[in-house]
């Protein structure tokens, strides 16, 4: 099964959504994050709103600029950006929301 997230991208500091950024969920799990072409993804619409499916489990969400991610998500990176990086459980067959706030 898989489990589902959606919600909206808004500024930190104003609250309003924020489009073209794009989340990244990279699995808490060490072992999980050796199938880096397997990580959900998902394209926030103009007003921010997103939503994505995956395996079940628990992930950090990285939220960026599309440019702003490296061609190849490195163990580096990941390593380097999950130290602060808010965590989402996903569940199988459940539909859970999730407000990423973005700096």
Do not use: H, M, N, W
């Amino acid at each position: 099964g898989v489990g589902s997230l959606s919600g909206k991208g808004v500024s930190e500091r104003r609250g309003e959504g924020l489009g073209g950024y794009v989340l990244l969920l990279v699995p808490v799990e060490t072992a999980r994050q050796r199938f880096r072409t397997a990580y959900p993804t998902a394209r926030a619409t103009p007003d921010g709103s997103y939503s994505l499916q995956g395996e079940p489990g628990e992930y950090f969400v990285l939220a960026r600029k599309r440019d702003e991610f490296p061609p190849i998500i490195s163990e580096d990176f990941v390593r380097s950006q999950t130290a602060k990086a808010p965590r989402v459980v996903l569940v199988s067959g459940e539909r859970s929301q999730f407000t990423v706030r973005i700096p």
